[in-house]
């Protein structure tokens, strides 16, 4: 089964992203991810500053730059994970290397090129 590791952080942790310990625990994390054969994907996201959301309203098209929900916390990031089930997903987000400061949030993933963890 497939889940994606959303990182929610605060700002403040987003302005420290550059820390060195911090890059190097990133490093560790994806590393035992790929040495277990169960990473798929994933990425850090640039700042919610540089964020541009699109909507379309009446069939018209609407961009705003910046974040466009006021919150205390920011997807961070993301991670792809092919694992047996949620205990193992959840194992995995308990050793994100910012679970102790930012929300790892666990989610099945459903769609076109996903197989559906609701019909397994």
Do not use: C
């Not at 700002?11 to 035992?32: I, L, N, S």
């Not at 920011?74 to 047996?84: R, T």
């Not at 205990?87 to 290397?97: C, K, T, V």
């Amino acid at each position: 089964m497939k889940y994606a590791l959303l990182v929610h952080q605060s700002q403040e942790h987003f302005d420290h992203r550059d820390d060195k310990a911090a890059v190097a625990a990133g490093r560790a994390y994806a590393e035992a991810l790929q040495a277990a054969g169960v990473f798929v994907a994933g990425a850090g996201l640039d700042s919610p500053r540089n964020a541009t959301t699109v909507t379309v309203r009446g069939g018209k098209r609407h961009v705003h730059d910046g974040p466009y929900a006021e919150t205390k916390e920011f997807l961070a990031g993301f991670g792809i994970i092919d694992v047996p089930d949620l205990d193992a997903a959840l194992e995995w987000a308990a050793r994100h290397p910012a679970a102790g400061f930012a929300t790892i949030e666990v989610r099945p993933l459903i769609g076109i090129g996903v197989a559906d963890a609701r019909t397994r």
